[in-house]
């Protein structure tokens, strides 16, 4: 079905990018590799997200400041979606074009030049709508006002919102991977077009896994794997842990929100962090440990949580991910109401007197990961886009 692929940067395998990847400070270029099946119908619009790589690394923080730096995520992405929009226009004279596929926050110009020319509008909204992202995250600046700077995603300004929302009303058809995701939208004032939930697929499901029997009595190992804000839940998640010392050890891997939260730091110096890791080196630690604690109270869908499941380590997880879709509760995994952290805390105790579970648990999620490969996603998604 794909006519077209637009980004800022995607590298294959021998270009130019590909080999940039290769020299700091452009060795994330290597986490932009694409299929070469792709190559011939891409096109990019690599300068100005290669400025924002450079800014950030060379700590200019004035050039990458939320929506106002010139290499901004937002200042970014919105160039792309405006090249996107201009080569619409060029291209409908050469070819058919049925439809465009955008996402939140880079769809408003595509979308509205799609409008002037007869084109369809798929829209992807891979994080809850805006307005659910408020009503549930304010309250947790009373509840662990320590955190607040951490909750970067309720910084956007008014025309930001406003844009999002045009994007929501120019869509003919909105796709989202998580049923959580699909409730947020209910908080649009407003009436919508059809939602299909397109659940992801899971990574190669990794080697059979040797589970540690417990009868040397040690401490649980629990790995976090994510951004480190509150959205994460990650606060709750440190609550939980240092209430369990010495019957657990924590591992986090992932990038601060913000260098300006002392609690952040302080927890982090009682923990083991890993600021990031190759895409690989994730999947290799997740086998290391017992169990993957996402506690996510915002989360469109939550990728770790199959990442985890595929090398056969169960995770605990919030009904505000795609954990629902997903788990279990108690056979391939555990659910714990988001925002909780006696939940949270229960939830461990569980597995620290009853470590046994965890195989099984890991057994199962193995197997519900090779029952839905990621090419039963692009099935699904194909069919959702032709109904």
């Not at 049923?179 to 009436?191: I, K, N």
């Not at 999947?283 to 996402?294: A, C, G």
Request: net charge neutral; hydrophobic share 40%; charged share 20%.
């Amino acid at each position: 079905m794909l006519l077209g692929f637009c980004t800022s940067i995607g590298t294959f395998s021998g270009s130019f990018l590909d080999q940039l990847s290769t020299i700091p400070p452009f060795t994330e270029l290597s986490r932009r590799r694409y299929d070469a099946v792709l190559e011939s119908k891409t096109r990019m619009w690599p300068w100005r997200e290669l400025g924002r790589l450079i800014a950030s690394k060379a700590h200019i923080p004035g050039l990458t400041t939320h929506e106002k730096g010139i290499f901004s995520i937002d200042a970014v992405y919105q160039s792309l979606d405006r090249h996107v929009a201009v080569s619409l226009s060029q291209r409908i004279k050469q070819q058919k074009i049925d439809a465009v596929y955008a996402y939140e926050d880079g769809a408003a110009y595509s979308f509205r030049e799609a409008k002037e020319l007869g084109i369809k509008c798929f829209y992807d909204l891979p994080i809850g709508y805006w307005r659910a992202a408020q009503r549930l995250l304010k309250p947790e600046q009373e509840r662990w006002p320590e955190w607040e700077s951490t909750l970067t995603g309720l910084k956007d300004s008014d025309v930001k919102l406003a844009r999002k929302d045009e994007e929501l009303m120019l869509a003919d058809r909105i796709v989202v991977a998580s049923q959580f995701t699909a409730d947020t939208l209910r908080d649009f004032p407003g009436q919508l077009v059809p939602i299909q939930v397109v659940p992801y697929g899971f990574p190669a499901v990794g080697e059979a896994r040797h589970y540690t029997d417990f009868n040397t009595p040690r401490p649980l190992q629990l790995l976090f794997v994510g951004g480190l804000s509150q959205r994460k839940g990650i606060a709750d998640l440190f609550a939980a842990v240092e209430a369990l010392a010495p019957y657990v050890e924590l591992t986090v891997v992932g990038r601060k929100a913000t260098d300006n939260c002392p609690a952040l730091d302080a927890a982090l110096s009682r923990h083991r962090w890993i600021p990031s890791l190759p895409h690989a080196a994730v999947l290799k630690i997740m086998r290391e440990h017992d169990v993957l604690v996402f506690p996510s109270l915002f989360e469109g869908f939550g990728l770790v949580i199959t990442e985890a499941m595929s090398q056969g380590t169960p995770v605990i997880t919030t009904n505000r991910t795609a954990g629902p879709d997903l788990i279990e509760h108690g056979y391939n995994g555990w659910l714990v109401e988001a925002g909780s952290t006696s939940a949270l805390q229960s939830s461990i105790e569980h597995l620290i007197r009853e470590p046994r579970s965890i195989a099984a648990a890991g057994r199962a999620a193995m197997e519900t990961a090779r029952s839905r490969p990621w090419s039963i996603y692009g099935q699904e998604l194909a069919i959702a886009l032709t109904m």
